[in-house]
Every structure is written in C-alpha cells, then in structure tokens.
C-alpha cells in the first residue's frame, strides 16, 4: 500500500445543526472534507495536524540519522518517529537521502 494522503494544510471548521456541534476536517479553498462528524474538537484539531507531524517527523529522520556525525537523537526516538511515519504512509520508511 503506497497511497498518497490529501494534501495539507488541513483545518478544523465546526459545524452546527439543530441541537448538536461537531467538528469537520477540511482542506482547500472550497472546503472539501476529509471527514466529518467528529464529536471531540480535539480529535479534529489532531487529525488536521496530521500532514504537518508526518512531514515534521520525516525531516526529523532524515537529519537525525546513524549515518550522519554528531547525529544526537537515539535510536529509540528515532526508531518510533519511523514507526509513525510507516503507520501514516503505509510503507517502510528509509528517509529522503
């Protein structure tokens, strides 16, 4: 599975009907939805943060690998932002470089 996500920014934009507020995840000048219906704000500001913490992990990798001198984030740490990076993208991730 190599599918390319919709790309960012994404924003939150809240949407009220009669008797109830959710929250819908969109992108773009005409407001398309990624989804909606969310019930808790936070779940939706964290889902449209989504494209900008996987782009800011990758570069995070990249800089920070074993390769590179003076690299000074552990393996562990690095280890785990690959594992989300894998998980958001659907496929092994072995950085940019």
Not at 30 to 58: F, H, N, S, W
């Amino acid at each position: 599975m190599n599918e390319q996500h919709t790309a960012g920014p994404w924003y939150v934009r809240e949407r009220k009907g009669p008797g109830y507020i959710t929250s819908e995840v969109c992108y773009g000048s005409d407001d398309e939805c990624i989804t909606d219906g969310v019930y808790e704000p936070a779940d939706a500001r964290l889902m449209a943060a989504a494209p900008d913490m996987l782009k800011a992990l990758q570069e995070l990798t990249d800089l920070h690998d074993d390769e590179q001198p003076g690299a000074m984030l552990g393996r562990h740490l690095r280890d785990n932002a690959r594992t989300a990076i894998e998980k958001a993208t659907g496929v092994k991730y072995f950085g940019t470089t």
